[in-house]
């Protein structure tokens, strides 16, 4: 075991990196930007080398584990550890954070500002990613909230503020019952808070009160994640935000509700999760159903794709709920396939905002002439979305398929329907992605306008791009490199917790 805190430097190393940007000129904003690339691209490095050498895939325990008593008074940890299921989580948040940061155009308004929240958000993902303490993962979930707030409110579209006070609103409103939650699992049973992952893991609860524990998780998970029908923020905050800011909520923001119903509410919370999974499986269900039916509705190009990411994460409640081994590995392979190919469309869509200044797609077209590399991309990335095969989106839900068909826990009439009704929400995930695509390249709206004398990808978004479409198309033909990180992790918590 190496003594080592890696994990703490992980989580300290960006924020403080970032304060020091406050004492770089107001002006710097090139030398601001490459130090804030140089610390992303460094601490990625850095996880994979502390990853490579001292991560033991085969062992499904925690590892890296560090355990210091942070407050004497209160009998608060500062307690980390990873497993094969948060490692994957972790890698995603350094490259979408290195990438989001490189994409970034001149930022022109407080660039020293813009750069600093990038960095904290870095701080509080990694934080929470590798929390083992119920109030620590509290604290990195609120410490995301503050640089969203700002990075929408400062840096976003015509309506920044409303979607901006929206977004907290909502998130804001859900943490409040994950504190009530983590309290509650902390001082049940005790006169000292316990808030220890492995110590609450192995705590047993009243049936009625874990329910009500799992319903309070569950609501502020469902928020973030987003579920229907507490996902009404994240059009607007997509539709609104600067695309380095889209690039982090569908990249990496997203995937933290995912983890949490995972990390706690499978984990903690096992017996609630085995009678609420048949539920949140028709929730799932319906959420691929209904924003697979509402994207095609959408005018604003960058709400089209929100409605898009809202229908994937229905695959992703499904393979948590479907209680078996395919499914949840399924899960975890949509986790990390939906936050490169969402970070991907998203930037893309920004890219091209940037040259013809129109957001809605019904004032777009032949796009695909002046611009071809951007097409290029785009049609690339938009086909993986939709899950074509040898991209990493069609293992994930096809194996997320198999989890649902193999699962032991549910009548074979229940999972025919199941299926059949996923089987629809595929059907209906090409008609909104290639009509967007079709009113985006196609025709010759702008081709004919005046000015119309574009220009194309530049080696920097070409650099963006293809960074991401090369895990996405590397996923799809070895999956088993996403497997390999979580498959010995999900069998412990299943074998552990619902196996019994």
């Excluded at 075991?1 to 904003?29: C, D, E, K, Q, Y």
């Excluded at 813009?114 to 083992?132: D, K, T, V």
Aim: glycine residues 8%.
């Amino acid at each position: 075991m190496n003594s080592f805190p890696w994990l703490t430097i992980f989580v300290v190393l960006p924020i403080s990196a970032g304060s020091l940007i406050f004492l770089f000129p107001h002006r710097g904003n090139k030398v601001i930007k490459w130090y804030t690339i140089f610390i992303c691209a460094f601490e990625l490095l850095l996880m994979n080398y502390v990853f490579s050498y001292y991560f033991q895939l085969d062992d499904p325990l925690i590892q890296l584990t560090e355990d210091y008593k942070w407050i004497q008074f209160f009998d608060f940890y500062w307690r980390l550890g990873i497993d094969g299921f948060s490692l994957g989580p972790i890698l995603l948040t350094g490259f979408i954070t290195t990438l989001a940061t490189l994409a970034a155009r001149p930022i022109t308004r407080d660039s020293r500002l813009f750069h600093f929240l990038m960095l904290a958000m870095y701080s509080g993902q990694i934080g929470l990613f590798s929390s083992q303490d119920l109030l620590l993962f509290f604290i990195m979930w609120e410490l995301e909230l503050i640089p969203v707030y700002l990075l929408l409110s400062m840096w976003g579209g015509k309506k920044r503020l409303y979607s901006a006070t929206k977004f907290i609103l909502y998130t804001a409103g859900g943490s409040v019952f994950l504190l009530m939650g983590a309290l509650g699992i902390a001082l049940y049973g005790s006169n000292e808070p316990r808030f220890h992952f492995e110590t609450s893991a192995n705590q047993s609860y009243p049936v009625a009160l874990e329910i009500f524990f799992y319903i309070g998780f569950l609501i502020a998970f469902a928020v973030k994640s987003p579920i229907i029908p507490l996902h009404t923020w994240l059009p607007d905050t997509h539709g609104e935000a600067h695309y380095s800011t889209c690039m982090l909520l569908a990249g990496i923001l997203l995937k933290m509700g995912a983890y949490g119903l995972v990390r706690i509410n499978m984990e903690l919370l096992s017996h609630a999760h085995s009678i609420f999974s048949p539920w949140l499986i028709i929730v799932g269900v319906m959420q691929i159903i209904y924003a697979a039916s509402t994207s095609p509705g959408q005018r604003n190009l960058k709400k089209r794709i929100a409605y898009s990411s809202v229908s994937h994460m229905g695959f992703i409640i499904i393979g948590i709920c479907s209680i078996s081994d395919m499914g949840l590995n399924g899960a975890i392979l949509q986790i990390i396939s939906h936050g490169f190919i969402g970070a991907a469309l998203f930037f893309l869509a920004g890219t091209g905002y940037d040259r013809i200044r129109r957001v809605y797609l019904d004032e777009m077209g032949g796009m695909a002439t002046s611009m071809p590399k951007i097409f290029t991309t785009f049609s690339i990335l938009s086909l993986a979305s939709l899950a074509l095969p040898g991209m990493s989106g069609f293992f994930a839900e096809l194996i997320v398929f198999f989890g649902i068909i193999t699962g032991q826990k549910y009548l074979l009439m229940s999972k025919i329907l199941i299926t059949f009704v996923m089987a629809v929400g595929m059907i209906l995930t090409p008609i909104y992605l290639l009509s967007m695509l079709r009113q985006m390249f196609y025709g010759y709206k702008l081709f004919n306008a005046p000015n119309s004398s574009f220009f194309d990808s530049g080696p920097r978004e070409l650099f963006v791009s293809i960074s991401i479409l090369l895990p996405v198309i590397g996923i799809g033909i070895y999956p088993d490199f996403v497997f390999s990180l979580s498959v010995d992790r999900v069998e412990a918590i299943l074998s552990n917790y619902f196996y019994r």
